[in-house]
């Protein structure tokens, strides 16, 4: 399989991050790439670094503001006094508030959702390396290919248009997404990390064009709890273009596949000419975040049935988190992948 990785990932490394008002090292580090890489290093892939990502890419799906910011915002918050050496904000806006300050810190609360997507130095070019790795993936699914792998880090399916959240900054698999777009009148997300694409919903919510298909944790007790309600299915034109399928915490192989067939049919109903899979492995029993049980052959079997539907494919990586079953939940999952084709 090809496979599309940056070692610019390594440029972001967010320290800590908050859980239940407590300080705790940030899960999103650079040795979750690392191990996945290190398990697909064999003779039946191939490994290539992505070409350079420009503005305008971005710009299909991010708002140049928030492209700026992300940009400039290191520079201007490393000029505060007493600043830590990562961004976090301590104010957001709130459910009546909406003004745009123009004061860094004010800018930060307004693009960044919550404390854990920290912005160090090199977090935009790392993210940019990520969306790099997403759209060369694409291009060469566009170009003939079956499938391809791109692994991304940092993730993406939490970043909406403008706003960071959730270790997330650019939207990876929305990015691919508005290029696959420009080729095919019609494409289809599934998301099969344990939780919500909120920011990927938000991005196509309202477009008929992209169908978006999430089966994820129940959010009214887990993140992003503000999104991935089963009732939340499109605004305006995109009615019907967006579905959710929340599971019960604790849910293992069984009624993770029966949600997944839900979204497989709708998947089939639309009928894409391209299928971009956000995937996640923190569904697995092993995961330190995960609250879903699913197993290393779950993965397989989703795998197969994916691959199944027989659509040019671009799998991307969203979360999964350290564990010594990390590797091996990604072994799984293309070699089920590739036994179905
Ligand atoms: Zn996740």
């Known amino acids: 399989m090809l496979i599309v990785h940056s070692d610019a990932h390594r440029q972001h490394a967010p320290r800590y991050f908050l859980v239940r008002g407590a300080v705790q090292q940030n899960p ?45 915002a ?61 759209v060369h993936a694409t291009r060469a699914v566009l170009g003939g290919a079956r499938v391809a792998y791109a692994l991304c880090r940092p993730p993406g399916h939490h970043a909406y248009a403008d706003i960071a959240g959730g270790f997330c900054y650019l939207n990876n698999v929305a990015i691919a997404a508005a290029l696959a777009r420009t080729v095919h009148g019609r494409v289809a997300i599934l ?26 944790a129940d959010p009214s007790n887990y993140y992003p709890y503000f999104a991935g309600y089963f009732e939340e299915r499109g605004a305006g034109a995109g009615v019907g273009a967006n579905l959710n399928l929340p599971l019960p915490h604790g849910t293992g192989d ?57 659509l040019p494919t671009v799998l991307i990586q969203e979360g999964g988190y350290l564990s010594d079953h990390l590797g091996g939940l990604l072994v799984a999952f293309l070699g089920g992948f590739e036994a179905a084709r």
């Open 191 to 216: 998301d099969v990390d344990v939780h919500h694409g909120n920011g990927t919903q938000g991005i196509f919510y309202d477009r008929a064009d992209v169908l978006f298909v999430s089966v994820h």
């Open 74 to 134: 290191p520079a201007a918050w490393a000029a505060l006094t007493g600043a830590a050496s990562e961004i976090v904000p301590n104010v957001h806006p709130n459910r009546y508030t909406t003004a745009r300050p123009q004061g860094i810190v004010g800018r930060a609360g307004y693009h960044q959702a919550d404390t854990s997507c920290p912005i160090g130095p090199g977090t935009f070019t790392a993210a940019c390396a990520a969306a790099a790795c997403a």
């Open 254 to 310: 069984a009624g993770y596949l029966e949600a997944l067939e839900r979204g497989l049919d709708a998947i089939r109903r639309f009928a894409p000419g391209l299928l971009l899979v956000s995937l996640g492995f923190d569904a697995s029993e092993h995961d330190p975040l995960g609250v879903l049980k699913v197993t290393r052959a779950g993965f397989a079997e989703i795998a197969r049935r994916v691959a199944a539907l027989a």
């Open 28 to 72: 999103e580090i650079p040795e979750r790439a690392e191990r996945l890489l290190a398990a697909v290093r064999d003779s039946r892939n191939v490994i290539v670094e992505p070409d350079g990502i420009r503005d305008d890419v971005l710009a299909a799906v991010h708002t140049d503001d928030y492209l700026a910011f992300l940009r400039d």
